[in-house]
Every structure is written in C-alpha cells, then in structure tokens.
C-alpha cells in the first residue's frame, strides 16, 4: 500500500474546528472590512491598467462584507432579546392587583 494510501493515525487526521458564535463572526468581517477600505486606499494610489477594474472587485468584496456584517449585528440583537424573553417566560405570570 502506499503511503497516500495509509491510514491516518487518530491524531494527526484534520479535526474541524468547532462552529463559531456572532461575536466571533462579527470580529471576523470587521477585520475583512478594515483590510479591504485600506486596499482600496492602496489601490487609488498605484498606477495599473486595470485599476477600475480593481476597484470594482474590493468594493464589490466590501458591500459583500458589510451586508454580512449588517446580518450578524441583527442576529446579536436578536439572540439578546431571545434570551431575555426566555428568562422572563420562565418566571410565573404575576398579576397586578
């Protein structure tokens, strides 16, 4: 057998990492973010033939990115106000009096 062909041993085969939360996700996209706007300063800067081009592409990536972002910060608001919710259902109804 050959050796691409030979089993992995337990610990050195790939293990995926485990999901991530919003905040982590959030993180993520606003470093993307930060990277992109400044490739595009960089991008105004030189001089190439198809610099317009270029442009289009980062910003495209941008919008992309900030739409995710946007989506993240509403789940995170979401998931708060859910929590809340739960906790306040869990709690016996008192009636005024």
């Given amino acids: 057998m050959s050796a ?8 050195t085969r790939y293990r995926r990492p485990k999901p991530g939360d919003v905040e982590q996700l959030k993180r993520l996209i606003w470093v993307s973010l930060t990277t992109l706007e400044t490739e595009l300063r960089t991008e105004s ?3 190439k033939t ?5 442009i289009c592409r980062i910003s495209h990536a941008i919008s992309q990115a900030a739409q995710v ?9 979401l998931e708060k106000r ?3 919710l ?3 259902g869990t709690q016996p109804l008192t009636w005024a009096a």
């Fill in 86 to 88: 739960e906790k306040v």
């Fill in 50 to 54: 198809d610099h317009a081009a270029q």
């Fill in 4 to 11: 691409a062909h030979a089993k992995t041993s337990p610990s």
């Fill in 69 to 77: 972002y946007l989506r993240c910060l509403e789940t995170s608001e």
């Fill in 82 to 84: 859910l929590q809340v």
């Fill in 45 to 47: 800067d030189a001089p």
